[in-house]
C-alpha cells in the first residue's frame, strides 16, 4: 500500500492563481480531511469528507473548495491564491470511526507570492 | 467544542534524561485523545492513543501518557531520551464530532 499520497510536494503561485492540491489513499477509508500546518499554531482542519459526496467544512474554510466523487481522492481547490495560504498543507485518511487512527501525507508546500 | 492546550512551544532534555510534553484538553464529551509525531520535513504518524479503558497508554519508542480526567491532563513522557526523539509533537482530541483537533505542537530538542 502507498497509504496517503499527495502532489505535488512544492508549488509557488502568484496572488490569484488558483491550483488543485491532490490527495488519494488506497486504504478504502470512508474519511479525509485537509489540514494547514503554520507555525505556532499547528494543525487546522480545512475541510473534510466522510464518504464519496459528502464534505463539510472545518475551522478555516474560507478560500478553499473540495470535492469528493470517489473514495480515494480529495482534491483541495484554492480559487484565487493570496499569500495568507502560504503554508504547508496535509491530507489525511481513516476508517469511520473517531477512535481510528488517522494517516497523513507527506505534505504540499504552498507559497503564494 | 473540544480544544487541546500544549504547555511549552519548546522543550530542550539532555540525551537520557526523562521526557515530559503536557497536554491539556477541553471537551463536553468523553474525548478520544492522541498524540502525534512529525519529523522534519514529514507528515504526522501516531504514537499513540486513548479511546477508553486503561488511562495509562503506551505507544511506540518507549512513549507512554496518562489520561486524567480529574485534571483533563493527557501528559506524554518517555523515561530516557535520545537523539532520534527530537521531532515536533502534537497533541489532539476527538469524540464530539468527525473533527480531529489539534494544539499548536512542542518542538522537541535532545542536547547530547
Known amino acids: 500500500n502507498a497509504g496517503v499520497t499527495q502532489t505535488p510536494k512544492f508549488q509557488v503561485l502568484k496572488t490569484g492563481q488558483s491550483m488543485t492540491l491532490q490527495c488519494a489513499q488506497d486504504m478504502n477509508h470512508e474519511y479525509m480531511s485537509w489540514y494547514r500546518q503554520d507555525p505556532g499554531m499547528g494543525l487546522r482542519l480545512i475541510h473534510y469528507?466522510?464518504?464519496?459526496?459528502?464534505?463539510d467544512q472545518g475551522e478555516v474554510p474560507n478560500g478553499y473548495n473540495v470535492s469528493r466523487s470517489t473514495t480515494e481522492d480529495f482534491p483541495l481547490r484554492l480559487l484565487s491564491a493570496a499569500p495568507s495560504q502560504t503554508s504547508v498543507y496535509f491530507c489525511?485518511?481513516?476508517?469511520?470511526?473517531?477512535?481510528?487512527?488517522?494517516?497523513f501525507g507527506p505534505g504540499t508546500r504552498l507559497t503564494v507570492l | 467544542a473540544q480544544s487541546v492546550t500544549q504547555l511549552g512551544s519548546h522543550v530542550s532534555v539532555s540525551e537520557g534524561a526523562l521526557v515530559l510534553l503536557r497536554c491539556n484538553y477541553s471537551s463536553s464529551v468523553p474525548p478520544y485523545l492522541f498524540w502525534y509525531v512529525q519529523y522534519p520535513n514529514q507528515g504526522l504518524q501516531l504514537l499513540l492513543k486513548y479511546t477508553t479503558g486503561a488511562t495509562l497508554v503506551k505507544g511506540i519508542n518507549g512513549f507512554e501518557a496518562e489520561f486524567k480526567k480529574s485534571e483533563t491532563s493527557f501528559h506524554l513522557t518517555k523515561p530516557s531520551a535520545h537523539m532520534s526523539d527530537a521531532a515536533e509533537y502534537f497533541c489532539a482530541v476527538g469524540g464530539a464530532t468527525n473533527k480531529l483537533i489539534f494544539g499548536t505542537g512542542t518542538l522537541l530538542a535532545v542536547q547530547p
Open positions: 489525511a485518511s481513516r476508517e469511520t470511526g473517531s477512535t481510528d487512527t488517522q494517516y
Open positions: 469528507s466522510v464518504g464519496a459526496g459528502i464534505t
